[in-house]
């Protein structure tokens, strides 16, 4: 049989699309296997036996399948800093149970379902390790059982055709995207390679090679819930990626440690699968010396590699496992999920030092992406050349990170004053969000600022009050217990003239603070 033609769209108004910059081919065609070799992006069409009529028919038909939702911010990072406990693996969700809670607006549900897609054995070990887990803990809860649902491999052999190469069939991690509505997306991530074929719709690809991102692209889409094309018309052409826009039936190919970003144009969804950085070995030393190889190769400048180098010398070079983790931010300085990531191993290694720097140029990025203040006249003047300018701040994204790193200055750090500055912020963008208001609360305790806590409380309750958790920490805070921490963290903090003082200031830093609310 004769090869398909190849197709490739490098100007508007070919292929019956705007400009494409990718090289199309269709899957019968010998030059797929060459493709996936030069490494190089591109799209495979025919890639789909069957697509799916509308968001809602994909529901109805495949609305059980199991995903590991990633929250769109932690993408940059493939897991294993944080990954699964296998006695304590992270929730997954079916599809249709996430989007009934898109559906009912529920303010901690991300627009977009991306993750990791689970197969019926899989989700059969999942939950046979939480019942060991809890049988050790002689936890009073009844067994979970395996659901058979219409699982991820069985989509992909009623949907996908069987001639897909096996170099990308056989990668490890199955993987969903799923978009209910045009501009919904992920910022840019990269893995050890990946591919995703849409069953539904269109969606806008926006591709940097391995060398990174531009830092004015970065800083502009640090806190961007989407990518646009529009935007990139405005960058110089040297710094601009390549983008095409993906048709429904047709495979996005991602070559390893490329970086991509994704906007849907319109309801959404894809299936495929995904390679972490490097395989996975039992033993370090090995593990150390491949990644050495990819470190002296074009890939130096992939921040997750020097991760994955500083975790094979936690117990053996903690002095370089620290120096590969700064490394890897210093790459990536404006992916504040990887800052703080890496700011909670340090700190668990012991570097509260590095851990607090990394945490508060986190937190100045956070702020100036914000355009947010947060003390008046005590607030340093900006200088413009600290940083490129900063994209549209998405609420979901910047509230967020602002709980996520108030609660590492919290309790890793110790910081009380500093986490109540990031747990205001927060309640700015969703003053009814309990468990900040809750942190909070806690905070204020820890500093010994009992009255504080509990008027802040009551401040919440005026305004949500069926909030059984306030409800109980405000009797928490009038309990005997609570006065006598507070008392202690008073005594711990100094009641000399000189501390006096620098407890006042304090408390009237923390007035202050509140009244931004």
């Not at 197969?119 to 019942?131: D, Y």
């Not at 910081?415 to 003053?431: D, N, Y």
Request: aromatic fraction near 6%.
């Amino acid at each position: 049989m004769a090869d398909a033609p190849d197709e490739t769209c490098m100007a508007p108004g070919t292929c019956g699309m705007e400009a494409c910059d990718l090289r199309r081919v269709d899957i019968d065609s010998s030059s797929v296997e060459s493709l996936i070799e030069a490494r190089q992006p591109f799209i495979i069409t025919g890639a789909a036996k069957e697509t799916v009529a509308s968001l809602e028919t994909f529901l109805s038909q495949y609305g059980e399948v199991e995903i590991i939702p990633k929250v769109s911010l932690e993408t940059s990072v493939d897991g294993r800093i944080n990954q699964d406990n296998p006695e304590r693996p992270r929730p997954s969700v079916m599809i249709a149970t996430h989007f009934h809670h898109v559906a009912e607006q529920v303010d901690s549900v991300e627009d977009v379902l991306y993750g990791q897609a689970l197969t019926n054995e899989e989700i059969s070990e999942r939950i046979t390790n939480i019942n060991d887990a809890l049988k050790k803990e002689e936890k009073d809860t009844m067994p979970i059982k395996p659901a058979h649902v219409n699982d991820i491999t069985k989509l992909g052999e009623q949907l996908l055709s069987a001639k897909i190469p096996s170099s990308l069939s056989e990668m490890n991690t199955s993987v969903a995207f799923i978009a209910h509505s045009a501009g919904q997306g992920l910022p840019f991530q990269s893995e050890g390679g990946s591919w995703h074929a849409s069953l539904l719709g269109e969606q806008t690809w926006y591709f940097y090679p391995p060398s990174g991102i531009p830092k004015t692209v970065a800083a502009y889409h640090t806190l961007a819930k989407s990518v646009t094309t529009q935007y990139f018309e405005t960058v110089a052409k040297a710094e601009r990626p390549l983008i095409c826009t993906q048709r429904a039936g047709e495979i996005v190919v991602v070559p390893k440690f490329w970086n991509y970003a994704r906007t849907a144009d319109g309801p959404y969804v894809s299936i495929g699968k995904q390679a972490h950085h490097v395989q996975i070995m039992p033993n370090m030393p090995e593990l150390g010396e491949v990644l050495d190889v990819h470190l002296a190769s074009d890939y130096g400048s992939v921040p997750q590699l020097h991760v994955d180098k500083a975790l094979t010398m936690i117990k053996t070079d903690p002095k370089g496992c620290v120096e590969s983790m700064m490394k890897a931010v210093d790459l990536n300085q404006f992916n504040l999920a990887l800052t703080w990531q890496v700011a909670r191993m340090l700190s668990r290694l012991g570097a509260k030092g590095d851990a607090l720097k990394l945490a508060s140029k986190a937190i100045d990025i956070l702020t100036k992406a914000s355009g947010a203040k947060l003390l008046d006249e005590h607030t340093p003047k900006e200088d413009e050349n600290d940083y490129p300018p900063f994209g549209p701040v998405s609420n979901q994204f910047a509230k967020i990170h602002w709980t996520k790193f108030g609660q590492m200055l919290l309790y890793d750090l110790q910081m009380p004053l500093e986490a109540i500055v990031c747990f205001q912020m927060r309640l700015q963008l969703t003053p009814n969000d309990a468990p900040t208001a809750l942190l909070r609360a806690r905070a204020l305790t820890m500093m010994g600022a009992l009255d504080l806590a509990k008027d802040s409380l009551s401040d919440f309750l005026d305004t949500n009050p069926d909030s059984e958790e306030a409800r109980k920490m405000m009797e928490e805070l009038d309990s005997d217990q609570a006065r006598n921490l507070a008392e202690q963290m008073k005594a711990m903090r100094g009641q000399g003239n000189e501390d006096s003082k620098s407890e006042e200031l304090a408390l009237e830093t923390l007035r202050r603070i509140l009244k931004k609310s």
